[in-house]
């Protein structure tokens, strides 16, 4: 993934754990894709100062995924969940071929939960 992706999404998840001018420089980089020296000039401090302090912004979130996880644990139980919508769906069409309405509703039930949870 290009790093722009991989910070936007670290920063989702961990950027309230950075200090107030690290969540700001990441902010401004990022998300409002300013240069170094326009976030140095809005924050008062020195272009070096700016590329240091995003730098270990960076290095933090990197080092917050190992320990935590949240992401990658994230993006497993969305494919666990879209897993589970597929063995609904498929329950669903042994109930239309069998002509069970029973197994067919429940299984279209289960499916729109799913559905729901992936919203």
Known sequence: ?????????????????????????????????????????????????????????????????????LVDKFYESQNAIRESRNLAREISKIGEESSNEEIKEKAQRIENLISDILL
């Open 1 to 69: 993934m290009e790093k722009l992706v991989i910070i936007g999404i670290l920063f989702d998840f961990y950027g309230k754990l950075l200090s107030p001018k690290q969540y700001q420089v990441i902010e401004f980089y990022y998300s409002n894709d300013l240069s170094l020296t326009e976030i140095g000039e809005i924050l008062e401090i020195s272009r070096q100062g700016v590329f240091d302090t995003l730098k270990r912004s960076e290095d933090k979130l990197f080092k917050y995924e190992e320990k935590l996880g």
